[in-house]
């Protein structure tokens, strides 16, 4: 915690944010006069995310598709593409950004899918996800049509009607709408425009389809609350499966993990200065998370592996579609040729930007690659080429929310015995072929004596274990009550 000696008094260290669920603590400073929060703080309470793009001087906090820079010692921030001007200079204080309250908490409101308010009264910043009534949209393939769902917070009446040019209009009375997360959800497969408006008494949503559509039946559904609306494609022909069908949006629930101990059987993973094996490691804390979340019963457990197995990466996401899994869960240690680098780390699939993540990937993928070149694939290939190929993955906004989140629990509880190396970003093939948010940790390094000794401690895996299911919960509780 930190304590800050302010001539006001009003703000000694923290504020409280209360969010559903429960209440956090972030950090909180004066600088002249000013009350200030740390922006990285409420980013981790969030769930979003942050990095910096240029050390010490810019740092960019994204949401969805939404971003705000913020540049060190000027009071000029980036909304998206806008300049705005919080008053008061962006500070920095042991690595952390403050912004001052009362001018930047609205900044961050507009890109942040929740309604965040500073209370002036209370002294304290209060989330809400009750903001907007129409919360999202789902868009998904079915063998006779598609089916649109729109999220709601309650149940509405809504009016369709369908105009020139394949356009799909759908007006919902006394509505506010969540503009730019329904417009995230705006894919090419399925239609060729999508505007969204928010008028003073209703709020609409318009999408042009990619062809005529037949019969229109809809529906309101609970649970969550959701307006669906299925149109029937009178042209399509019997069913040819191809593959699962195709969705964009969120499911209804997150009830389904898939847990994925890494290694097994002839891979070995990475080896300890003592001779740890990496695969037994994982199993180990695979074991106590499928315990722990067994216990509970909020979510049922699918395990890529439970013994010594040698598993491949494509079966893995094999068993992980397969089993309707709602989200994928890797678990690893790492290794390095520096002995000196230790810590925890949470990865989400997509490029990688650093050669520390870029290494970290081809350790994981390196029994992939083997056996792809034995089978004479890919054989000559660049690594970074196939990567950046292979990457395309629509969970990345979702996985990379579970990574901040697991990464919060992480440093809550195993920073008082290792470093946290942070959550990065990088292209492992298991993840790859993963149809659901996933994540990947690396729980410690192998090849430092100090991580090496507490992946060998039961206290250690059993707190990976833990942390890593406080992380499923809070991504549970966003998702589910978005
Ligand atoms: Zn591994």
């Known amino acids: 915690m930190l304590v800050v000696l302010s001539t006001t008094g009003a703000l000694a260290g923290e504020i409280t944010v209360q969010i559903p669920g429960g209440n956090e603590k972030i950090g909180a400073e004066t600088f002249g006069d000013i009350a200030y929060f740390s922006v990285s703080d409420l980013a981790g ?38 300049v705005k001007n919080v008053t008061f200079p962006i500070e920095i204080k042991r690595g952390c950004i403050y912004a001052p309250i009362q001018t930047a908490l609205p900044i961050i409101d507009v890109i942040s899918p929740e309604r965040i308010v500073w209370d002036n009264d209370r002294h304290l910043i209060r989330v809400s996800s009750e903001y907007y009534t129409i919360t999202d949209m789902a868009l998904s393939e079915k063998a006779n049509g598609l089916l649109i769902e729109l999220f709601v917070s309650e149940p509405k009446e809504f009016e369709l009607y369908q105009s020139e040019g394949n356009w799909l209009n759908i007006t919902i009375p006394d509505a ?72 964009v949006g969120p499911d209804d629930h997150i009830d389904k993990v898939v847990i994925d101990a890494g290694h097994g059987g002839r891979d070995y993973g990475a080896i300890g200065l003592d001779g740890t094996q990496e695969k037994k490691i994982v199993l180990d804390i695979a074991k106590r998370l499928a ?93 970074s080429m196939i990567l950046s190929d292979m990457i395309q993955n629509e969970f990345q906004e979702e996985s990379s929310d579970f990574a901040a989140m697991v990464d ?75």
């Open 176 to 247: 506010t709408v969540n503009s730019r997360q329904l417009i995230s959800r705006k894919s090419s497969t399925f239609m060729r425009d999508m505007n969204v408006f928010q008028f003073e008494a209703s709020s609409q949503i318009s999408l042009r389809l990619r062809k005529p559509f037949g019969k229109i039946t809809h529906r309101f559904t609970a649970n969550p609350g959701r307006i669906q609306i299925s149109l029937i494609d009178t042209t399509a022909m019997p069913v040819v499966s191809a593959g699962p069908d195709r969705v």
């Open 408 to 482: 919060r629990e992480f440093r809550k509880d195993l920073s008082k015995h290792t470093r946290a190396r942070g959550m990065d970003q990088a292209g492992f093939f298991v993840l790859n072929g993963v149809y659901m948010p996933s994540v990947l940790v690396e729980s410690a390094f192998l090849t430092n004596e100090q991580d090496e000794k507490l992946l060998k401690s039961k206290d250690y895996r059993q707190d990976v274990a833990e942390s890593i299911y406080a992380g499923l919960k809070r991504f549970k509780a966003k998702y589910e009550n978005k």
């Open 291 to 383: 315990k722990l979340i067994r216990k509970e019963k909020i979510f049922e457990v699918v395990m890529t592996r439970d013994k010594d197995d040698y598993v491949p990466l494509d079966e893995r996401a094999r068993i992980a579609n397969e089993s309707g899994g709602d989200v994928f869960i890797s678990i690893h240690a790492n290794a390095s040729l520096k002995r000196s680098a230790r810590g925890f780390q949470v990865f989400f699939l997509a490029p990688a930007l650093n050669d520390e993540a870029r290494a970290a990937a081809q350790l994981e993928n390196a029994v992939f690659l083997s056996e792809q070149t034995a089978f004479g694939a890919h054989e000559g290939d660049d690594l």
């Open 45 to 82: 309470v969030l769930g979003h995310r942050i990095s910096w793009d240029i050390p010490g001087l810019s740092a960019e906090l994204t949401v969805n598709r939404h971003s705000v820079v913020f540049y060190i010692n000027s009071p000029y921030v980036n909304l998206d593409d806008t």
